[in-house]
Every structure is written in C-alpha cells, then in structure tokens.
C-alpha cells in the first residue's frame, strides 16, 4: 500500500467514525485498523526521512549530506 493510499484510508475511517452510526465493534475493529495503518505511515515517513539527502557542491566533485531537518 502507498503512503496516499494509507492515508485516504485513515480519513475515511476517521469520518466513519465521528458520524457515529457505527456500533461499538465496528468501531473498535475500524479504530484498529485506522491504528495499524498510522504505524504504518510512520515506518514510510522515517524510512522516506532517511532517503532524503542533500546534495551539496564540493569543489568539481558533488558529494551527498544526510537531511537535516533543522536546516
């Protein structure tokens, strides 16, 4: 699954539950998934995170810097 695709996911499951037409299971079994799926974007977000490099002019040469976030 994509990160978008998650995502999307995780908002409809949020709208379904705040409409409050779900009984209690449904809305636990959707509260878990909804929970399984942000796990899951966050594994993409910090391994994106660490792929993110900056490429900084070295002389002639180019040479790559991990991300800084403060930056």
Do not use: H
Request: charge should be negative.
């Amino acid at each position: 699954m994509k990160f978008e695709e998650a995502l999307a996911r995780i908002e409809e499951i949020v709208k379904r539950l705040e409409s409050g037409e779900l009984d209690l299971e449904e809305s636990i079994a959707l509260f878990e998934e909804g929970m399984k799926l942000v796990k899951t974007c966050e594994k993409m977000l910090e391994e994106a995170e660490r792929k993110v490099e900056i490429l900084v002019r070295d002389g002639e040469s180019y040479r790559t810097e991990p991300f800084d976030e403060e930056l």
